[in-house]
C-alpha cells in the first residue's frame, strides 16, 4: 500500500497572547513547538509514516524539524502568505488541501485549528495543545500523536475507522464576511473588541457551543453549568 503524507502546521503566535497576563496561561515559546514537531516525526516515522507536508511557518517551526531528519522522511514545503496573521494558516489550510495529505498535524489553541478549518472545511485534523484555552486541541504525547498518524498513513487503520466528525458553528454577520466556530460563539454588549479577553459576564448576551465539557477552561464550562441549573 501507498505511504499517504502527513500535513504539519505550527502557529508561531499561539501561547502567546494577553491571557499570560491576566490568566497566567501556559506559554509555550517557539523552540519548544519545534521539539514537540520533532517527536511527532520520530513517531510517525517508525510507525511508517515518513512523507510529509510542512506549511512554511515565518519561524521554521516545522521546517526546522524536519531538516534534522535529513533522509530519512520526504519534506514538501507548502507556501505561507508570510503576513504573520490568521491569513497565514488560512491560506497555508488551502495550498495543503491541494496536496490532500491523509490527516494533518496542527499545534495551535483553538484559534489555530479554527483557521486552518476556516481554508479547508473538511480537514482530518490531529491537533495539539500549544493555545491558550485548549479545547479542541488534544493534550497527548507528541511522540504517540506522530505514532498515531505514521500508523494512518501507511495504511494500518482507515480514515473511517479513527477519526471522529465534529460540529461547527456558523457565523453570518450583516456586511461582513462569513466566520465560523469549533467550540464557542460568544454574543457581548462590549463596543471594543480590545485583547478579545471577556472580564465581564454582565456583559455576554448569548453563548452559543458545539460542546459542554466541565473540566475546560472558557465557555464551554458555562455550558454545563446552565444545564444543571
Not at 483557521?115 to 500549544?130: C, I, Y
Not at 471594543?192 to 472558557?218: K, W
Request: charged fraction near 20%; include cysteine.
Amino acid at each position: 500500500m501507498t505511504v499517504q503524507t502527513i500535513g504539519i502546521v505550527a502557529n508561531p503566535a499561539s501561547g502567546k497572547d494577553v491571557r499570560r497576563l491576566v490568566a497566567r496561561a501556559s506559554v509555550f515559546d517557539n523552540r519548544e513547538k519545534c521539539a514537540i514537531i520533532r517527536r511527532a516525526l520520530s513517531g510517525a516515522i517508525n510507525a511508517g509514516g515518513y512523507k510529509f507536508a510542512f506549511l512554511d511557518d515565518s519561524h521554521n517551526i516545522a521546517g526546522g524539524a524536519l531538516l534534522e531528519l535529513g533522509e530519512d522522511c520526504d519534506a514538501e514545503r507548502v507556501p505561507s502568505l508570510e503576513t504573520s496573521s490568521v491569513l497565514d494558516t488560512i491560506q497555508g489550510a488551502r495550498n495543503l488541501k491541494e496536496i490532500n495529505p491523509i490527516a494533518t498535524l496542527i499545534l495551535g489553541g483553538d484559534g489555530t485549528s479554527r483557521a486552518f478549518v476556516k481554508g479547508w472545511r473538511d480537514s482530518v485534523l490531529l491537533p495539539l495543545s500549544t493555545g491558550t484555552n485548549n479545547v479542541f486541541p488534544r493534550m497527548s504525547e507528541a511522540t504517540v500523536a506522530g505514532a498515531a498518524l505514521g500508523v494512518l498513513a501507511a495504511g494500518g487503520v482507515s480514515v473511517e475507522e479513527v477519526a471522529v466528525p465534529v460540529k461547527i458553528i456558523d457565523v453570518e454577520i450583516e456586511g461582513e464576511s462569513p466566520d465560523l466556530a469549533l467550540i464557542d460563539a460568544v454574543v457581548t454588549r462590549d463596543k471594543f473588541i480590545g485583547s478579545r479577553a471577556l472580564l465581564d459576564g454582565d456583559m455576554i448576551n448569548r453563548i452559543l457551543l458545539t460542546r459542554a465539557e466541565p473540566t475546560a477552561v472558557g465557555m464551554t464550562a458555562v455550558g454545563l453549568s446552565l444545564i444543571h441549573i
